[in-house]
């Protein structure tokens, strides 16, 4: 896939645009899931996870942030690079970015599974078959009572409720998924029983060309 994906962050200078939006949900949620998550340690993955917009700015204020591992895995070298000087100002010793392979499930070794996994901005830009594979991937990428975060356009033929039931026969259950009406897609998920084994070199996803999926 050809896009730039180093200037796809421009869009959310417009605090209008769709994905601004969504940034704000999808900060929500993380900020719900600390809060919720039990007293300890906590590690947290972040697939596709670009200049950090989402997860960076959280840790550096919320009360658990202190309690946060956190692995973040980009490929785009100009996106690393923002995240972790992101990472630098905030002070978070604990957060790692990587320039890498996000659909490599051997970049999560030694931090999965994780007690938040972020998978934002993934849906919409690959097929629907890779995207019900993803979900499967989840099973493993999440601890027992984690939550997987995740995003995806609603334009249609709307997945966004097909995604919910995925998650759900992969053994996960619905926190919260928002509405049509509110134009973005933004779910969250809790595993309910134990993880699975994580399946080494494997490959979880391609990104392809989806022209509808232009600013998701």
């Known amino acids: ?3 730039d ?3 796809w962050h421009h869009h959310y200078e417009d605090p209008d645009s769709s994905l601004s939006r969504r940034l704000t949900e ?3 949620r993380i900020g719900t899931a600390l ?3 039990p007293p300890g340690p906590l590690r947290v ?3 596709c996870a670009g200049q950090g917009r989402d997860l960076i700015p959280v840790l550096a204020t919320h009360p658990r ?3 946060v591992t956190a692995l973040l895995v980009e490929q785009e070298p100009r996106n690393v690079e923002l995240a972790r000087a992101a990472v630098r100002e905030a002070g978070l010793s604990g957060v790692e970015v990587r320039c890498g392979d996000a659909a490599d499930s051997d970049a999560y070794v030694g931090m999965v599974p994780a007690d938040l996994v972020l998978a934002c901005g993934i849906f919409g830009n690959i097929s629907d078959a890779d995207v019900r594979a993803v979900v499967a991937h989840c099973a493993w990428l999440c601890a027992t009572g984690g939550t997987v975060v995740w995003t995806r356009g609603r334009w249609e033929p709307d997945l966004v409720p097909t995604i919910c039931d995925w998650f759900v026969a992969e053994g996960f259950e619905q926190v919260s998924v928002s509405t ?3 134009g973005v897609g933004v779910g969250a998920h809790r595993l309910l029983g134990p993880p699975r084994q994580r399946p080494a070199g494997a490959t979880m996803f391609e990104f392809v060309g989806r022209p509808e999926a232009a600013g998701h």
């Open 180 to 182: 049509p009406a509110e």
């Open 26 to 28: 999808v900060r929500r």
């Open 35 to 37: 809060a919720e998550a």
């Open 1 to 3: 896939m050809t896009r």
């Open 45 to 47: 993955v972040s697939l």
């Open 65 to 67: 942030g202190g309690d």
């Open 5 to 7: 994906w180093y200037a």
